[in-house]
């Protein structure tokens, strides 16, 4: 069994946990777009300051923070990278707490306020007791909710700069009790494609559809045929979704008119790049040829803007033993199933190896289980210690001091 209630550090951030819900609630309240984050890198490079660590780097990535922290024998030797994410959703929120968003339609409605804090508590507890070997790389992302981020900071030399050997990063996720945590040794979140179908026919008058090519029929039928491309063309051992999630044809003032023109919009979420092609494939040969028979044309654009966040298997059960020491084996998922949403540390996944956690958030009284990209989501404060620890106990394990480097 783990024991929390042993650990050093959780022991230090469960005794600091009032500064950490501050400084969250604070973070929370001042939300940010992707590559925007400027007040919150700001707040992120002052704290860094107070932890004492040893080096800052601003402005990678546009607005993307990295602090490095030596372990006992200074500079050199192997490095560990922790990331985590700092911008916010376009979204207005709907709780009535009194740290809610300061910002009008913008909210931290996927709690990277409070993965910011767990990283720096992280930073905090590193700093001051520096109980590992080589240097711990702290990364404090943007953009990751749509702009790649990850990829704009590998872009701008990330892993030149600061040659991590490996990179982990967690998530909280509502829909698992609190102090529980759970990763797999593979395919932990889909990859997220964006396609976009423009059905051009020939406008006409609602009355004689027989003199106009109607795009309105030929999205209809795109819809519906669609859904075939997962049934019977993807393995069924295989896991795959494709929505199509909104239309535009038309003015709906203009009752009797057959447009020109109707737009489809939606995305694909797949785990392997094969099938991933696949759908690419036949998504462009059935809409084509839908098309060609109403007498229309197709134009799809498909565009892959975040691949499959892959965990590493040696990565992923290091970081399962890390977890275990700290709560336990029993409170250790090592099997959870992938979500088919995406995230953009999948980008770090392709260049280092490493993992991809998730922590729970779900208290027993219900606080903490709203769901991501709710306008009434909040972080759960209480999982900050553990959250901090958990980073903290990465860096430790995966540099162990050794003879010379004693305690």
């Known amino acids: 069994m783990g024991a929390l209630s042993e650990n050093g550090a959780?022991?230090?951030?469960?005794?600091?946990?009032g500064e950490l819900t501050a400084l969250r609630r604070e973070l929370h309240a001042m939300p940010e777009l992707g590559f925007q984050e400027t007040r919150t890198a700001a707040r992120v490079v002052e704290a860094l300051r107070l932890c004492g660590v040893d080096e800052i780097h601003t402005g990678i990535?546009?607005?993307?923070?990295?602090?490095?922290?030596?372990?006992?024998?200074?500079a050199g030797g192997r490095q560990i990278g922790l990331r985590a994410d700092m911008d916010a959703l376009p979204l207005q929120e709907d709780n009535e707490v009194p740290w809610r968003s300061a910002s009008p339609g913008l909210m931290h409605a996927c709690g990277h306020d409070g993965h910011t804090t767990m990283l720096l508590a992280a930073a905090r507890?590193?700093?001051e007791t520096r109980r590992f070997a080589g240097s711990a790389v702290l990364?404090?992302?943007?953009?990751?909710?749509?702009?790649?981020?990850?990829?704009e900071m590998i872009q701008d030399g990330l892993f030149e700069r600061f040659p991590v050997e490996s990179v982990y990063a967690m998530h909280n996720w509502p829909l698992m009790p609190a102090g529980r945590i759970g990763l797999n040794a593979g395919a932990m979140m889909a990859s997220a494609d964006?396609?976009?179908?423009?059905?051009?026919?020939?406008g006409g008058h609602g009355a004689?559809?027989?003199?106009?090519?109607?795009?309105?029929?030929?999205?209809?039928?795109v819809i519906t045929a669609v859904q075939s491309l997962v049934s019977r063309n993807v393995a069924p051992l295989d896991q795959a979704v494709?929505?199509?999630?909104?239309?535009?044809?038309?003015?709906?003032g203009a009752f009797s008119v057959i447009p020109r023109e109707a737009r489809l919009t939606g995305t694909?979420?797949?785990?392997?790049?094969?099938?991933?092609q696949l759908i690419e494939e036949r998504l462009n040969a059935l809409i084509e040829s839908l098309a060609l028979g109403f007498g229309g044309h197709a134009t799809v654009n498909y565009k892959r803007l975040y691949p499959a966040t892959i965990n590493s298997a040696p990565e992923a059960a290091f970081a399962a033993r890390v977890a275990a020491s700290l709560v336990g084996e029993a409170q250790v998922q090592t099997d959870l199933p992938p979500s088919m949403g995406s995230e953009d540390f999948s980008f770090m996944l392709q260049v280092k190896p490493g993992a991809y956690l998730r922590i729970g958030q779900a208290a027993a009284d219900g606080s903490g289980a709203c769901s991501l990209h709710n306008p009434r989501y909040d972080f759960n404060d209480e999982i900050l210690p553990l959250g901090g620890a958990l980073f903290a106990a990465l860096v430790e394990q995966g540099l162990p001091l050794t003879s010379s480097h004693p305690e």
Do not use: K, N, W
């Open 268 to 276: 694909v979420r797949t785990f392997r790049p094969e099938v991933q």
């Open 242 to 252: 494709v929505s199509l999630c909104a239309m535009q044809a038309g003015d709906p």
């Open 208 to 221: 004689h559809p027989h003199l106009a090519v109607d795009p309105v029929l030929m999205a209809g039928h």
């Open 125 to 127: 507890y590193l700093a």
């Open 61 to 74: 990535g546009r607005t993307g923070v990295v602090a490095v922290i030596h372990g006992r024998g200074g």
């Open 10 to 17: 959780y022991q230090r951030l469960f005794a600091l946990r």
């Open 139 to 151: 990364i404090f992302q943007p953009g990751e909710e749509g702009y790649a981020g990850a990829r």
């Open 194 to 202: 964006q396609i976009e179908i423009v059905l051009q026919g020939r």
